[in-house]
């Protein structure tokens, strides 16, 4: 959650530029697919509909800073929208007046927040949740990235990490790391093409499909997971012992149950709700 009305069109720029670069695929979303025009002359094509819109697709959702916030309800879908995400386990980022968007939604009160400033939100809402407003430039509350802390040191992001740790066993296709992984073949190619790009990972001959590569760490790549090795058992232990001897094993347990699941109901038909 970022404050500040000087930078919210920056903030998100900054934001969707990081994520490209670090393999995310940017996906623009609008109350439709026409195009919409900003305050300040962008014209964009959004990519997706909000009712085509999908938490167990998404890795995060940006709500930008807009003058509509205040001055309609027509921007309220998409804080509904991010109430199913955060119910999803899925962080949400809201710059500006998409704060105040949230904290009308309800999303605020319990949960630590900043926006332009606490009047801001007293005047803009009924901020129930006022005594959780914290002065700063940004606030998260509930979604700390694990991950992205493990992968930091060794110079990966999540993302990079999780798509190299699919091929450390044996070389896949780009296709076969998205299944492994349950996201979009087109995710997977650009970190795939990143990685390349970065020495961490190489393309090789499939004697099985001429077109489809398969995808390889090299040594740099295996050197770089391994050297997550370490915080990653610490964490690990520090998990386990939170939790206790028998919670973690139980997790796994429901977790390779739903996979088996998951695995044999198959993919809904499209006629199925």
């Known amino acids: 959650m970022s404050k500040g ?9 900054h934001t969707t530029a990081y994520l490209a670069r670090a393999g995310y695929e940017v996906v623009t979303v609008g109350l439709g697919r026409k195009p919409v025009t900003s305050i300040g002359g962008l014209r964009i094509q959004p990519d997706l509909a909000l009712d085509e819109l999908r938490p167990e697709d ?8 807009a003058d509509l916030w205040d001055a309609t309800d027509g921007l309220a879908p998409f804080a509904r929208a ?17 704060t105040a968007g949230l904290a009308r939604e309800g999303l605020l009160d319990e949960r630590a927040h900043t926006s332009v400033s606490p009047y801001y939100l007293a005047g ?9 407003y914290v002065e700063a430039d940004a606030v998260t509350d509930g979604g700390l990235a694990v991950a992205e802390e493990l992968a930091r040191p060794a110079g ?10 699919a091929v450390l ?3 896949l296709p780009v296709a076969g790391i998205a299944r492994v992984m349950g996201i979009t073949r087109q995710s997977v190619q650009r ?9 961490l990972a190489e393309y090789r001959a499939n004697p099985a499909h001429r077109r489809a590569k398969l995808l390889a760490p090299t040594e740099e790549g295996r050197a770089a997971v391994a050297r997550i090795g370490p915080g990653h058992a610490a964490f690990a232990g520090r998990l386990a012992a939170a939790m ?22 198959g993919t809904p038909s499209p006629a199925e709700p």
Do not use: H, K, N, Y
């Open 5 to 13: 009305r000087r930078r919210s069109r920056l903030s998100t720029g």
């Open 58 to 65: 998404s890795s995060l959702l940006i709500l930008p800073g």
């Open 82 to 98: 991010a109430r199913a995400f955060l119910d999803a386990g899925v962080p949400v980022a809201a710059i500006c007046g998409a």
């Open 124 to 132: 803009a809402t009924d901020d129930a949740g006022g005594e959780r």
């Open 156 to 165: 990966l992001t999540a993302a990079w990490w999780q798509v190299l740790g």
């Open 169 to 171: 066993p044996e070389p």
């Open 191 to 199: 970190i795939a093409d990143l990685l390349v790009e970065r020495g």
């Open 244 to 265: 206790g001897e028998t919670e973690p094993a139980e997790a796994v347990r429901l977790m390779e149950r739903l996979s088996e699941v998951l695995d044999r109901l």
